[in-house]
């Protein structure tokens, strides 16, 4: 079975750091670009930041750039996401989502998503 | 990276067909056929129902339909069932080599 475990996830006071993990199994992990995405309670989808298949390259919505890191570990089957400088409005949900389809160099679509895991930054 | 425009409540009766917008700019939805929708239903994870402007994922039923008309994607849902109920949200590629999401859309069968 394709399936996506997030973990890590809890309550931190603001300024604080956190370090999710995606633990990826049923699929060849290696050869899938990976996207980290969050949702505020009761709010909509934000998109955070995405990685290549080998970890070359990166990129971050601006609402995390410069506190936020995307990683893999490719021998372990797992993407994270270090978080510092933690905002009370960083408070949300966090996903890691499978990239189900290239072509040309780029790659779109989340086909895969994990359950969650709730980040809350209170004080 | 401002959020692509979504109506907030869609809704129609049972065999209705109904038609999501998602309003964008030529730095994303406009750029690149790169428009994806996602159904999330109440403490679930979103799913995957279009991508590409109008590809459907194996399983996804063809009564969900894509199309882009310049800064502007859209999602039709024919023959409106019970379980389509949900919130959907379209996504693009950016110019600056990012996603941004939609704001979303709740869709209530009547």
């Known amino acids: 079975e394709v399936q996506l475990v997030e973990s890590g996830g809890g309550l931190v006071q603001p300024g604080g750091s956190l370090r999710l993990s995606c633990v990826a199994s049923g699929f060849s992990f290696s050869r899938y670009w990976m996207h980290w995405v969050r949702q505020a309670p009761g709010k909509g989808l934000g998109w955070v930041s995405r990685?290549?298949?080998?970890?070359?390259?990166?990129t971050y919505a601006d609402t995390v750039k410069g506190r936020f890191t995307i990683s893999r570990d490719n021998a372990k089957n797992t993407l994270y996401l270090q978080m510092n400088s933690l905002r009370v409005e960083d408070t949300a949900v966090y996903y890691c989502a499978r990239v189900g389809y290239c072509s040309g160099g780029s790659c779109r679509g989340m086909d895969v998503w994990g359950q969650g895991t709730t980040v809350t930054v209170s004080s | 990276q401002s959020a692509l425009t979504q109506p907030a409540s869609v809704s129609g009766s049972p065999g209705q067909s109904i038609t999501i917008s998602c309003t964008g700019t030529s730095s994303d939805v406009g750029a690149y056929n790169y428009v994806s929708w996602y159904q999330q239903h109440p403490g679930k994870a979103p799913k995957l129902m279009i991508y590409?402007?109008?590809n459907r994922p194996s399983g996804v039923s063809n009564r969900f339909s894509g199309s882009k008309s310049g800064n502007t994607a859209s999602l039709t849902i024919s023959g409106l069932q019970a379980e389509d109920e949900a919130d959907y949200y379209c996504?693009?590629?950016?110019?600056?080599?990012?996603?941004?999401f939609g704001t979303g859309t709740k869709v209530t069968v009547l």
């Open positions: 990685i290549n298949n080998d970890g070359s390259w990166t």
């Open positions: 590409d402007v109008n």
């Open positions: 996504s693009s590629y950016t110019s600056s080599s990012t996603e941004v």
